[in-house]
């Protein structure tokens, strides 16, 4: 069964693609903060006494995230090479799966929410909800939000993430709710068209 589907699963090449489009035009945009200690008598900035990063992997076709890759670093031979890995328990759900959107409610402890008002409450309130999922690898879109008393918020969300059944999908929503989560309705979406990598312009 040279070539066949089954095969290729598990390959590189399976998993380095865009997940919506599967695209293997990808570009990774690095994030970088860091804090050099300057040498006194060369003026050499060297040694990094801190540093922060940030990876995001894009894909050239659609310009979406792709959640299921993380830049990793490595020495080797005293250079840093980079290199993109799979995020080993996303990455199969996401390439091979279809896009569910689910229309939900999550109660949360008003603790949780940062900010309910102004341009950074739609990502507070997602973030409240379901963490990095949230604001990371699902298309939320929060609707609006109700404070049940003075200690509890109901978000009512829009979801979209991909998963290969509703079981799966209903899962991942139970695993990343940050509170008491209420699935109204999900439904199957179609997959976006797949990129051919061929395209002329
Ligand atoms: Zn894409």
Redesign the pocket.
Known sequence: MEGSAQESLGTQSSWLR?Y??W?QNLEVQLHYEGILKVDADTGEAVDPVEEVQEAVVQ?L??L?DQPHLSLTFYDEDGRRISRIEPVEDRWERMVTGTPWVASCTVTVDADQVESCSGPDAAESLAFAAFGDHGTREFFTHVRFHKHEDDTTITVHLLVELYARSPEEATEVLEAAARGRLAITSLAEESRPPA?TGDDPH
Do not use: E, G, I
Request: hydrophobic residues 10%; aromatic residues 0%; proline residues 0%.
């Open positions: 865009c919506r489009c695209s894909c076709d659609c979406h990129a």
